[in-house]
């Protein structure tokens, strides 16, 4: 395949956006962690599990911004983001559809937004990490 300048950018500027949202969404969470962990534990889904996940998504967020910034791994990166984004999108909707009591445990900015809001942002998010996997050349991958 190819590699065109435009596929470049266009990956690049993709793997800016992941490792902006995920380092944001990580350092916020981290830096008011005991309210993170609280509203992890008022959620009717993740209650029972609040303590490892408080600790646990902060962890891959950053591990998968880190290797969206090395080129060798941006594939496995991509695929970890859809994987992450995928896990929150599918929360959401369950949320929405499914509870009674609507918690917010997203930090910074993404706190300001509404559930459908949210929703929207990270169908967005997801779209562009597979138009990332569709398009990262394997020549960018592998080096």
Same mark, same amino acid.
């Given at each position: 395949? /190819?590699?065109?300048? &435009? ?14 949202? #995920? !380092? &944001?969404?990580?350092? /916020?969470?981290? $830096? ?12 009717? *889904?993740?209650?029972? #599990?609040?303590?490892? @996940? ?18 060798? &791994? ?8 859809? !994987? $992450?984004?995928? *896990? #929150? +999108? =599918? &929360?959401?909707?369950?949320? $929405?559809?499914? /509870? ?9 900015? *993404? ?9 929207? #942002? ?5 779209? $562009?990490?597979?138009?990332?996997? =569709?398009?990262?050349?394997?020549? @960018?991958?592998? +080096?």
């Amino acid at each position: 395949m /190819s590699v065109r300048p &435009y596929h470049i950018l266009f990956i690049e500027i993709i793997c800016f956006l992941f490792i902006l949202l #995920f !380092s &944001y969404a990580a350092i /916020s969470k981290l $830096l008011d962690f005991k309210v993170f962990k609280i509203q992890l534990g008022q959620s009717p *889904l993740l209650t029972v #599990f609040a303590g490892w @996940i408080a600790w646990v998504i902060p962890i891959i967020e950053l591990m998968i911004a880190l290797l969206l910034a090395i080129p060798k &791994y941006r594939l496995v990166a991509l695929y970890g983001a859809i !994987s $992450l984004m995928s *896990l #929150f +999108t =599918l &929360y959401i909707i369950a949320i $929405l559809n499914f /509870s009674d009591y609507v918690p917010c445990s997203c930090g910074g900015i *993404l706190e300001t937004m509404g559930w459908q809001e949210h929703l929207i #942002f990270n169908v967005a998010f997801l779209c $562009l990490a597979i138009m990332g996997i =569709l398009i990262v050349p394997q020549k @960018i991958n592998s +080096t």
